[in-house]
Nanobody, 116 residues
């Protein structure tokens, strides 16, 4: 089991940057994959990025080249560096942990608003 707490959201101007954090309640070194998702209220949640236990990363086409996922095992934290943010990007960002099998956990999310 793992608890996840996201932070770092806020208001940013178009073209600006933010770094989101996802703090885990346990060692993330052995977790199969850590993920970021995002969602516009009323719409389906969409996958953004994944980092595996081996450090491999993968991104949705919509964020490739703009977002970077990383992790700090010593701090049990995963990050999402977001650059060139666009108005209309989904506002609610969620961290998740895939422990394998049917074990999948979510944080409560953090809100990002891109507006001038």
């Amino acid at each position: 089991q793992v608890q996840l707490v996201e932070s770092g959201g806020g208001l940013v101007q178009p073209g600006g940057s933010l770094r989101l954090s996802c703090a885990a309640s346990r060692n993330i070194f052995s977790i199969n994959a850590m993920n970021w998702y995002r969602q516009t209220p009323g719409k389906q949640r969409e996958w953004v990025a994944t980092i595996t236990s081996r450090g491999s990363t993968n991104y949705a086409d919509s964020v490739k080249g703009r977002f970077t996922i990383s992790r700090d095992n010593a701090k049990n934290t995963v990050y999402l560096q977001m650059n060139s943010l666009k108005p209309g990007d989904p506002t609610d960002y969620y961290c998740s942990a895939d422990l394998g099998g049917s074990e999948y956990y979510w944080g409560r999310g953090t809100q990002v608003t891109v507006s001038s």
